[in-house]
């Protein structure tokens, strides 16, 4: 699980957001409860912006926001920075 962000991390370093995408996806799936899936949905969030999917960017924000309500001042300024970049509403 870890390994799989990790990997994730890798590919938006790496400048390869589809990959990077597809990575946090699957992070996400392995333990929607886990340690990191409220990074791993703004990594895909994130990643889905730089490809240009900026609806299912904007979807995956949702889905983050209501699942995970508790979130560090840090994480609501990065969901922010996020959803400003896929023009959410």
Known sequence: YRAQYLVAQSYAAKG???NAAIAYD??????????YAPH???GLASSLAAI????AACDTLSSL???????????????AAV???AHCS
């Open 52 to 55: 240009n999917q900026n609806g």
């Open 83 to 85: 959803a400003k970049r």
């Open 65 to 79: 926001n209501s699942q995970f309500t508790n979130q560090s001042a840090g994480m609501r300024a990065d969901v």
């Open 40 to 42: 791993a949905l703004l």
């Open 16 to 18: 390869d957001p589809q």
């Open 26 to 35: 699957s992070t996400y799936n392995m333990n929607r409860n886990g340690t």
